[in-house]
């Protein structure tokens, strides 16, 4: 029997979008160079529309013509290695799928090496880890415009469904843009991440159990701070060490690995001149938890604020709820901002209210107010940043107070709060009309004659400074 999709790579995630793929209709056929994998597939896919092939010539023959094949192998070397093993098997109008977080420009590399031979390629960003895979993830496919036709049944049927049961999967757009899609994602889930993070050591910082803290972010998840990251904090929070007692994540060393994409994320913000300081600072907050032992030998060192005496807990926790709200908003603007830019830079015609509404469910960074992102950008395509639409300005208006006294009590406490700061330095430097950066271009202009703009007329003037002297 030929079977409909290959799946190549048959790790948790391949594996779980393999049964997704066959519970909702659709024939597998698997393939992984590890034969245990394969194995283990083929094992628990017995009585099911899937097997195991024990080879890629194998897995292509099985195939329908046009013949589909995923590839959930890791980023980089492996994809390419897996490409030139397949191309001299397919044919014009096989479609082959790269669904890992792969760097957008690689997916736009590998596109123009496939041009002439009339395989179509999709990179395809996967959000949702193994349960999302298994049970409905986000997806952000995008490459060459006619193989969406080709992917789309399967596609946007193992999609996660939101509330108004849209599938979680839209078409991104040519080239990298759906790896572009997936790495902002990766970005704003860094930002989100270290921000919860940061409201969790401010409520440690005044006392606070774990199973308080619990109890606190499951209430705010029934409201606009709802989402997928704060339901799992709540319920890590809660959950007990077996063998201490203790709540088990206070027994976790605190050093965060990271696997690239945030970082990748900070370095196109600024090769794309986006300022997206809220991502980055989230990026260099695992840097800084990476270096735990130095961490450990300072604290011994240096000094900081003293001991004070702690707040009531009824007026201060509504104001870092609100505070977390308020720098949400501004990660999310600074993601969506550098979307922008880079569906300038490519001309993707990247859908800004279908980006919105791919990450309703299923993603990682599925929240609630991605809803309203979504209206903002569908009453307004051309919207500038997400600040000035009407409902999130609001908002803010309703937040940025609380916010400011949340930053300025984690200074007077010593608490580091890099995403915190960097929000509310991003949103006060957005709406201020007249930045200092005028003494910096005249800074340059001095040490370097290179040039700046007046306020009172056109062109690039430079200045003979006079020069004091100097030691």
């Known amino acids: 029997m030929q079977t409909t999709i290959g799946l190549i790579g048959l790790g948790v995630m391949?594996?779980?979008?393999?049964?997704?793929?066959?519970r909702h209709g659709f024939s597998v056929t698997g393939f992984d160079l590890d034969e245990n994998k394969r194995n283990s597939f083929a094992k628990r896919t017995e009585g099911l529309k899937a097997g195991a092939a024990h080879s890629l010539k194998e897995l292509v023959a099985s195939l329908q013509m046009p013949r589909r094949l995923w590839l959930m192998v890791p980023a980089g070397a492996p994809v390419d290695a897996v490409i030139s093993e397949l191309r001299p098997l397919l044919s014009p109008g096989d479609v082959v799928i790269d669904g890992g977080n792969t760097l957008y420009r690689d997916t736009q590399r590998r596109m123009e090496a496939l041009e002439g031979s009339g395989i179509l390629y999709v990179g395809?960003?996967?959000s949702g880890g193994e349960e999302g895979a298994l049970r409905g993830p986000a997806l952000m496919p995008g490459g060459s415009s006619e193989a969406w036709p080709l992917v789309r049944p399967f596609l946007q049927a193992i999609?996660?469904?939101a509330d108004d049961g849209q599938p979680c999967c839209e078409w991104m757009g040519p080239g990298g843009a759906g790896h572009f899609v997936k790495m902002v994602h990766n970005g704003i889930e860094y930002a989100d991440m270290q921000m919860i993070c940061e409201a969790y050591a401010l409520m440690k910082n005044l006392g606070m159990t774990?199973?308080?803290?619990?109890?606190v972010f499951r209430e705010w998840g029934q409201g606009a701070l709802g989402s997928y990251l704060i339901d799992i904090t709540a319920d890590i929070l809660a959950h007990e060490d077996p063998e201490t007692g203790n709540a088990l994540v206070d027994m976790i060393l605190d050093t965060a690995e990271q696997k690239?994409?945030?970082?990748?994320t900070s370095q196109i913000a600024l090769d794309l001149?986006?300022?997206?300081?809220?991502i980055a600072d989230a990026v260099f907050a695992r840097t800084m938890s990476s270096i735990q032992p130095e961490r450990v030998l300072a604290s011994k060192i240096l000094k900081g604020p003293q001991p004070q005496a702690v707040p009531n807990l009824e007026q201060v926790l509504p104001k870092i709820q609100k505070a977390l709200l308020a720098a949400k908003i501004c990660a999310y603007a600074q993601g969506f901002a550098l979307i922008k830019a880079g569906d300038k830079e490519h001309d993707w015609q990247l859908p800004m209210d279908k980006v919105a509404s791919v990450w309703r469910a299923?993603?990682?960074?599925?929240?609630r107010l991605l809803e309203d992102i979504r209206r903002a950008f569908a009453n307004k395509q051309d919207l500038s940043n997400l600040l000035v639409d009407d409902h999130f300005s609001s908002v803010m208006a309703e937040c940025q107070q609380d916010l400011r006294e949340v930053v300025a009590m984690a200074a007077m406490y010593g608490v580091a709060v890099p995403a915190f700061m960097s929000a509310l330095s991003y949103y006060d430097a957005y709406r201020t009309e007249r930045l200092p950066a005028n003494l910096l271009q005249a800074q340059r202009d001095y040490f370097g004659a290179h040039t700046y703009q007046r306020l009172d007329k056109p062109g690039k003037f430079h200045t003979q400074w006079p020069k004091a002297p100097h030691t």
């Open 210 to 215: 774990a199973a308080q803290k619990s109890a």
């Open 273 to 278: 001149g986006v300022s997206a300081p809220t």
């Open 124 to 126: 395809s960003g996967v």
């Open 362 to 367: 299923g993603c990682i960074i599925r929240a």
């Open 159 to 161: 999609a996660a469904k």
């Open 260 to 264: 690239g994409t945030g970082k990748w």
């Open 14 to 22: 391949g594996e779980n979008l393999a049964l997704n793929l066959e």
